[in-house]
């Protein structure tokens, strides 16, 4: 064997163009770049897909010319979808010396399981790791929903078939599917027996072992799509040949019994029925196993960056996908959504085991209805669908901009990176309770999300991101030594005054009101950036502004206007949290979802937020609890960090300013919408 260099795979050839196309490849490789066709470039290590029939050829490539050749295969936590539909890997595996599944002889995975000697930090990383797995339910493939069996006093076995043709039966020294059925039925006489159907061929993508003739008695086949970890807590015993699902059963505890010799066979852990490999009989505990096989023999992508990362981060991805999908109903019914919202909406209601139908009205709504479904509808004033909701014992889900949206303004049909589903109300509207009012009200906020919120201010200060991240830079205040107030101008139509004002709703009212108030500062009034781009109206004329402040801002950036603000007056604008984010004093003539905290001057505090917060327990319910943020770059969910550091690159590369000529914002909402259109599933 040639062996690799430890620097890593340097040039790399294939003679596959699926593998040269994997996104951030040569990343995982250690390598400068992944070429084909491998003959065609200078390379000094060749690659293939583990041992399928079409690395044939560029074995024998490798061999002729004195190169190595390094065996690729997916890795063990490998995405949310299928690699059948398309989705790239998160994880690969690198072996120089054979492949995991492949028995008949040597590979590095199994040298690195007899290497592996774990001190105290490596086996409590280790224990984290699978601890965090199967608390999340994950699996090599985790777009599956989890369903629950029904009671049941027996017994339950399960028995895992696999697709018909694989390598890892044949190379795995796999008895027969018919014999391990038979064993299972015979071994356990009062057990319930599970058949468990492989995700590719429950997709319908390939065929499995288990046919009609093996139904009857005791036998049940599980041939729908579900959570495979899921399905093993609700078992008792798990039968495999040597699908990786026998290694996730012992995370969890279970007996395996192995009718051939997967990589996990052979070391103590399992019932082995199967040929293992002389070699590989020895003991081994099974952190030393994870170790070795997920951590050690495993590569892994950070999904947003593409750089190579550790094990936790896939993890991490990968958890939260499942968790916000959880949170989803079965079946999202979406009801009168714009093309454009149709567009990036299922990245924000959708998920694994999540169904989005997207309908005109309420009246097509009601044929997709039943017990497990949900309507969505955008803001409030639905009356129709209220209606329908009631009438059919539906809940109706609302869902509005998040509070780190873009670069650039919703109306310019700029796509969001946050918005927010309330199953409550809608957090700008304070006459009934919403989810982030409840989260506010009613949480306990542990140190570790303190922490995590403390450092969020700071990064959103620090990068000078705000929820559209417009204006120019460098704002000229000659305040001649008087305090600063920034007064924040809002769209008065918009449903946020609507809901959320008491007796003052119009931004000549605030204005007036701010200078009796602070009859001595310098006054700066910053109109909506909807009024300043002409996509919204405004009953307070410029020139009228004027002759009320010292100052009318009209194109400035807003970490600007915060950064010379002393205090800040609003009705219900945004712009009071970022303010607070900044630990500026906030002046509410409304109820916006910060006010009657303790946090602010409150004209009309609402009366039943009863707790007094801290900065950051508002900061973590307002901007980590309640929003779902989709990057995008991966059209996945993510976290406000990743947002965060999105929207600053995005706003150094576009210069945040606004369109100023119509023409300019209609050509520019032409773009937006043909790119989410592009863009959408």
């Known amino acids: 064997m040639i062996s690799v260099s430890p620097k890593g795979l340097g040039r790399v050839g294939t003679f596959s163009l699926g593998i040269a196309r994997i996104p951030h490849l040569a990343t995982m490789l250690d390598a400068e770049w992944v070429r084909w066709p491998a003959p065609l470039h200078p390379v000094t ?25 390094v065996a690729l295969e997916d890795g063990f936590l490998r995405s949310v979808g299928l690699g059948v539909r398309g989705e790239p890997p998160l994880s690969v595996v690198v072996d120089e010396v054979g492949i995991y599944y492949d028995a008949t002889r040597p590979s590095k995975l199994e040298r690195l399981v007899r290497e592996t000697s774990l001190d105290a930090a490596e086996t409590k990383r280790a224990r984290a790791a699978m601890a965090a797995m199967t608390d999340a339910r994950l699996s090599k493939y985790n777009d599956a929903p989890a369903r629950a069996l029904p009671r049941t006093e027996r017994r339950r076995v399960l028995v895992v078939d696999q697709t ?16 391990m059925l038979r064993a299972a039925v015979n071994e356990n006489p009062d057990a319930e027996i599970l058949v468990k159907t492989h995700p590719d061929v429950a997709a319908g993508k390939k065929h499995g072992h288990f046919s009609s003739a093996d139904t009857g008695g005791r036998i049940v086949l599980r041939a729908e799509r579900e959570n495979p970890v899921t399905l093993v807590e609700q078992v008792d015993r798990v039968y495999t040949m040597t699908s990786l699902l026998g290694f996730e059963a012992l995370m969890l505890g279970k007996s395996v019994s192995c009718f051939g010799a997967p990589f996990y066979a052979g070391w103590g852990l399992t019932d082995d029925r199967g040929e293992v490999p002389r070699d590989r009989r020895g003991e081994a505990s099974l952190e030393a196993l994870f170790w070795a096989a997920y951590v050690r023999y495993a590569r892994y992508r950070d999904p947003e960056t593409g750089a190579r990362c550790e094990i936790e981060t896939v993890i991490e991805h990968l958890r939260m996908q499942r968790e916000i999908a959880e949170k989803n109903a079965r079946r999202m019914i979406c009801v009168g959504f714009s093309a454009w919202k149709r567009a990036f909406l299922p990245s924000f209601v959708g998920g694994p085991g999540v169904d989005v139908r997207l309908v005109d009205d309420a009246a097509a709504a009601a044929s997709h209805l039943d017990d497990d479904s949900a309507l969505v509808v955008w803001g409030v004033g639905h009356e129709d669908v209220d209606r329908l909701a009631e009438s059919r014992g539906a809940p109706v889900w609302r869902m509005e901009d998040g509070f780190l949206r873009s670069v650039g303004l ?17 957090y700008y509207d304070p006459s009934s309770e919403s989810d982030l009012e409840h989260i506010l009200q009613c949480s306990r906020f542990e140190p570790q999300l303190l922490d995590r919120a403390r450092a969020l201010r700071h990064a959103i200060v620090e990068a000078r991101v705000s929820k559209y991240n417009l204006g120019r830079e460098g704002l000229a205040v000659h305040a001649s030594g008087r305090d600063v107030v920034l007064v924040v101008g809002q769209v008065e139509d918009d449903a946020s005054i609507r809901k959320g004002c008491v007796d003052v709703s119009r931004n000549e009212e605030l204005l007036r009101l701010a200078r009796l108030a602070r009859p001595h500062a310098h006054l700066v009034y910053k109109p909506h950036p909807d009024v300043v781009s002409g996509n919204r109206r405004d009953s307070l004329p410029l020139d009228l502004a004027r002759l009320m402040c010292d100052q009318v801002v009209v194109d400035a950036s807003l970490p600007d206007c915060l950064s010379a603000a002393d205090e800040v007056h609003t009705m219900t604008s945004l712009v009071g949290f970022e303010a607070l984010l900044r630990e500026i004093p906030v002046v509410c003539y409304g109820q916006p979802f910060y006010a009657g905290w303790g946090l602010t001057t409150d004209r009309h505090a609402p009366a039943r937020r009863t707790r007094l917060l801290r900065l950051d327990e508002l900061v973590a319910g307002a901007l980590i609890l309640y929003p779902r943020y989709v990057s995008p770059t991966t059209g996945r969910y993510t976290t406000p960090e990743h947002i965060v550091s999105h929207l600053a690159a995005a706003k150094a590369r576009s210069g945040s300013r606004l369109a100023r000529s119509w023409v300019g914002r209609q050509g520019r909402k032409l773009l937006n919408l043909g790119e989410e259109l592009l863009r959408a599933p």
């Not at 018909?164 to 014999?179: H, P």
């Open 164 to 179: 018909r043709g694989d390598m890892s039966l044949r190379l795995g020294r796999a008895t027969s599917f018919s014999s």
């Open 45 to 69: 290590t060749v690659v293939g897909w583990g041992r399928k029939p079409n690395t044939r050829i560029a074995r024998r490539y490798a061999a002729q010319r004195g190169l190595p050749f």
């Open 410 to 426: 919703g109306s310019d049909l700029y796509a969001p990176a946050s918005l927010v589903v309330d199953r409550r109300g809608l």
